[in-house]
């Protein structure tokens, strides 16, 4: 066979690995995508709907409720005549305060970890008549988002002796019979609630009205959280329980939301995702480096070794996709090296030499699976730290080549 047909029957070869590799490494992308509705996404939503899901506190509504005399033309009697109206109009804080304690604890079904937290809640809610009439005070309770359980649930009036009032989710309930005008009153909202991954009130229920001042404090007993949309201003304070973040922000109206996130692992299902999804890229250029190299260093290779090879690499990939279900991204991480440290000595110092093992194959092999997926784990970082990453072998490719003479390799001469 001429050295044309040897190049192109091994490239064909190693193509056809590459693709089924890419094959296996998409399908495994696309059930991490599906997380939500795979075996893991059935025991999630089985903990949703016992424990409760990513909470969102929807704010209360405020109404000025009035009757009064209307004169109106009757058409049919061709005189006027007077009837009852009701009319209600919202009536917006003029400051609100918030105190919530945020404990969190990790739940377990089986195997399976999942991001579990109480809160107990207090909202203080100053409101001022500045409508031109005065009336009933309602107040239209919402059950939060996602909330499988709400209790110790209290409304209550500071300056009415903190008169507590049973509360009635989605149905107005009086507060006062007379709302005078200029009228001021300090509504507080207290409850507990237990959810998971997601904390946080929806601010952005105000986004059309502006608010004179909010105050927020969270304290939580962990270190292990984000904010959630942090454009609204905050400080960080460490306690001896754990963290205390301070809200604070004068005459706003903001379309974004208060809270906080746990470390998730639905969050590192979506870059394990990611990652798996760029894996045949890897793929391709671990089959090219050893092709390559193979060549340069007169390595006796048969077609089956490309298969192995290809195999150590995709189980790596494999490894994170499915072990991140059960442990957090550093152990996920650990463990699928040592497993793919434990398929590499099994198989290429015995087959391709110690030293072709030592100094091609496990270098490569810790670039494109290890260094490579650590990438993904980079936000801001992930674009710059690939492309740096694919340059480098390519410029070590390069170097290899241009140092070789292509027509002593065994492909080309047949050997």
Known sequence: MSASGRLFGIFVWLGGISVAGSIVLMITASRIGEHKSSTYGNAYHQFQDSWGGEIEI?????????????TIFDSLTK??????KTERLTLIPKSIKIASQIHHNEQNIGFLIFNAFRATCSETYALRNL?????????????????????????SLLRHEMAEYQPKMGEPLLLVPEFDIQEEIDVVVTYSTKG????????????????????ATFDLNTR????????????????????????QIDHFATSQDLGVVFESRQIYLDQMQDMVSYAPLSLALFMLVIFVFSQIRSISFHPLHYLFLASIHVFYFLFVAYLIRFFGIKTTLGISTI?????????????????????VVGPYLFLLTIVYSMIFLMPVFRGLSFVLLIFLVFISLMIAISRSNISEWQIVKGA
């Not at 005189?79 to 009852?84: A, E, H, L, S, Y």
């Not at 031109?132 to 209290?154: C, E, F, Q, V």
């Not at 959630?228 to 963290?243: C, L």
């Open 58 to 70: 929807l704010p209360p509504e405020f109404f000025l409720e009035r009757t009064f005399v209307a």
């Open 131 to 155: 409508t031109d009439y005065s009336g009933k005070l309602l107040i239209d309770l919402k059950t939060p988002k996602n909330a499988n359980l709400m209790y110790d649930y209290k409304v």
């Open 79 to 84: 005189k006027n005549k007077q009837i009852t």
């Open 339 to 359: 497993l793919t440290v434990v398929m590499f000595f099994s198989y290429s110092p015995q087959v391709l030499g110690r030293l072709f093992a030592s100094r």
């Open 224 to 247: 292990d959280f984000e904010v959630y949309r942090f454009g609204i201003p905050h400080e960080i304070e460490s306690t001896a329980e754990g963290t205390r973040i301070k809200f």
């Open 196 to 215: 998971m991954d997601v904390f946080k009130y929806n601010l952005s229920e105000y986004q059309n009205h502006v608010i004179g001042e909010l105050h």
